[in-house]
């Protein structure tokens, strides 16, 4: 490798571990999970598991791969019938999938605002959204995090095809955007609503269908974008919008266009997970207990700084990198997974311990995660 090339990559990493954000990937093992975005435990679910074996025999794996982006050798009857069966449970008019969320908000950021509209996010979107937003052509601004008077002003200043861009369960803070309002704003100004459901697929709404059918707002949004690599199990997402809409992506969304399309083992497990989902009503109403039962371990400890939030992902502020680390390390030495999330992963003075509460986790051990973080 060329001298100067590997001193470049040097300084940015000694740079990281200076700053104390330095990012290394761990294998752990043996911990109790409150960590993982496996909400309703379908990753690790055995019955679904032989579900998906079954789909996979009974249709006949001809593939492993799926050989090409779906404009070329990609494409396939099952793929077509199961984006048919999305659109269906989800409501909506049309259906497309993509091998990610991250690709699918990328890809619809980047190539359906164009030169001239105006994206109005709010500050605490994905990555992925600020990623498609900074590769597109339309002007982008934000407004502070579920401030509708904020949101209302940025409408009512900016010009062109106005798009609005929220998460209805907010991935770091686990809290819920006000989407009726939003969804009224949309009206009011003409501006399209896009709404990331990626940790509201699986666990609200009717059979997991989101937040979108749980409010009925199905008919508010230009497109929403729900994920299967979270309380799914499973991997990949899709982009829920109209026919006409589906076709332009089809015709200009680029990770789309050149990426090679899911696999049939993916797509077959991202069916399976949706028919099983009809048989999670309980494992629902058991994540929604336990996050009653951790919230009110925290009433009478008025020095912590728990996020006010309704789902599972339940975010502690310990402010400073080495601060939360080693708020995390210690909670871990009691064998409960937690991890620290760090500047710049959210903002400065922002850094928390992200808590994921799952259907499979027992009252017991939520209890004694409280009475950990409540000694530290
Ligand atoms: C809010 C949000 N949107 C999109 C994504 C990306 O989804 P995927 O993991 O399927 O690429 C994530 C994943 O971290 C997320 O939290």
Do not use: W
């Not at 359906?112 to 959204?129: F, Q």
């Not at 009224?184 to 990331?196: P, S």
């Not at 939030?309 to 990198?321: D, E, F, H, K, Y």
């Amino acid at each position: 490798m060329s001298h100067s090339i590997q001193q470049y990559i040097q300084g940015k990493l000694k740079q990281r571990k200076e700053e104390n954000n330095f990012r290394s990937l761990r294998i752990v093992k043996g911990l109790i999970d409150f960590y993982s975005n496996d909400y309703l435990g379908l990753a690790r679910n055995i019955k679904l598991r032989q579900r998906i074996e079954l789909e996979l025999a009974v249709n006949g794996l001809e593939y492993i791969g799926s050989t090409g982006s779906r404009l070329l050798s990609g494409n396939n009857e099952y793929a077509e019938s199961l984006e048919k069966f999305l659109a269906e449970f989800y409501g909506s008019e049309s259906a497309l999938l993509i091998n990610s969320g991250f690709d699918a908000n990328y890809g619809l950021l980047s190539a359906l605002p164009y030169r001239g509209d105006a994206i109005i996010y709010d500050e605490l979107v994905h990555a992925s959204i600020h990623d498609g937003m900074r590769s597109g052509k339309a002007n982008s601004v934000s407004f502070a995090h579920n401030n509708l008077v904020e949101l209302e002003e940025r409408l009512t200043s900016s010009v062109g095809l106005k798009y609005v861009v929220v998460e209805s369960v907010y991935s770091m803070d686990g809290d819920f955007a006000p989407l009726k309002e939003i969804a009224a704003l949309c009206k009011k100004y003409d501006a399209g609503l896009i709404v990331d459901e990626a940790h509201a697929t699986g666990v609200f709404g009717k059979a997991g269908r989101g937040r979108i059918a749980e409010l009925q707002l199905e008919k508010n949004c230009v497109a929403r974008v729900n994920t299967f690599g979270k309380a799914m199990g499973a991997h990949g997402a899709v982009i829920l919008c109209s026919e006409d809409l589906k076709n332009f992506l089809i015709n200009y969304c680029r990770p789309f266009i050149f990426s090679t399309a899911l696999p049939f083992h993916s797509l077959a497990a991202i069916r399976c997970a949706h028919e099983y989902l009809q048989v999670t009503e309980e494992r629902r109403e058991k994540i929604f207990q336990l996050i009653a039962l951790f919230k009110k371990q925290f009433r009478h400890n008025p020095k912590l700084s728990l996020i006010e939030s309704s789902s599972p992902i339940q975010s502690i502020l310990v402010a400073g990198n080495e601060n939360v680390k080693q708020f995390a390390q210690q909670i871990q030495q009691s064998g409960l997974d937690v991890r620290p999330i760090v500047y710049p992963t959210v903002a400065k003075g922002k850094e928390r311990i992200r808590i994921c509460l799952h259907s499979f986790n027992t009252e017991e051990e939520v209890i004694k995660l409280a009475t950990v973080i409540n000694s530290l």
